[in-house]
């Protein structure tokens, strides 16, 4: 009889100790829901948008809706026949000599620190899944709809009303993420 009992605390045990292990977060059940693919794609879709800011920045622009940075440019006046053979000028000469100013669309750096966010999210997205740790993916997944939901912002009042509706573009992003974090913390 004595034996019997043990058997029982013992088994009661073992399971106890199965579903408190860390990496099953309480419950055997609430693992297996969810599945690590939608982790790894949005991982591989940051990743690879953020290559594409990088290797191409200038296209980058219009793929989020914000219009090329203006950068001016000073243009020197063609030399006058009596200048040409002056060897020494002085520094007021060459200044005098300038002829005004182009404005010219560029790319700014900021292009290319958005695309080493992008690829940062994206590999701490595949990283933390890789790991086994659901929770911390969910908390990037929410952390990431809030920085769409804000470069939708930041489209509707900077990119002009030509490109105004490709904020619509983030912000379903970003309400797309915001319901599968939802999705993910009800399980």
């Known amino acids: 009889m004595a034996n019997d009992s043990f058997e029982k605390v013992e088994e009661k045990t073992s399971i106890f100790f ?17 599945s690590s693919a939608p982790a790894y794609v949005l991982g591989l879709a940051c ?31 063609p030399p006058s026949p009596s200048s040409s053979s002056s060897s020494s000028s002085s520094s007021s000469s060459s200044e005098s000599q300038l002829h005004g100013y182009v404005e010219e669309s560029g790319v700014s ?24 740790h659901d929770d911390a993916v969910t908390t990037v997944a929410a952390v990431l709809s809030l920085a769409r939901l804000g470069d939708g912002l930041v ?30 913390w009800r399980i």
């Open 18 to 34: 199965f579903l408190n292990t860390p990496n099953y977060k309480g419950s055997f059940f609430q693992m297996a829901t969810h």
């Open 155 to 184: 489209v509707w009042m900077r990119g002009g009303n030509q490109l105004k509706w490709k904020a619509s573009g983030h912000w379903i992003t970003g309400v797309g993420l915001l319901g599968w974090v939802v999705w993910r």
């Open 47 to 77: 990743f690879s948008r953020g290559l594409m800011a990088i290797f191409s920045p200038r296209d980058e622009y219009g793929r989020v809706g914000l219009p090329l940075e203006p950068h001016y440019i000073a243009i020197a006046a």
């Open 109 to 132: 750096p900021l292009m290319y620190f958005k695309g080493i966010r992008e690829v940062s999210y994206g590999l701490v997205l595949m990283a933390l899944q890789r790991q086994g």
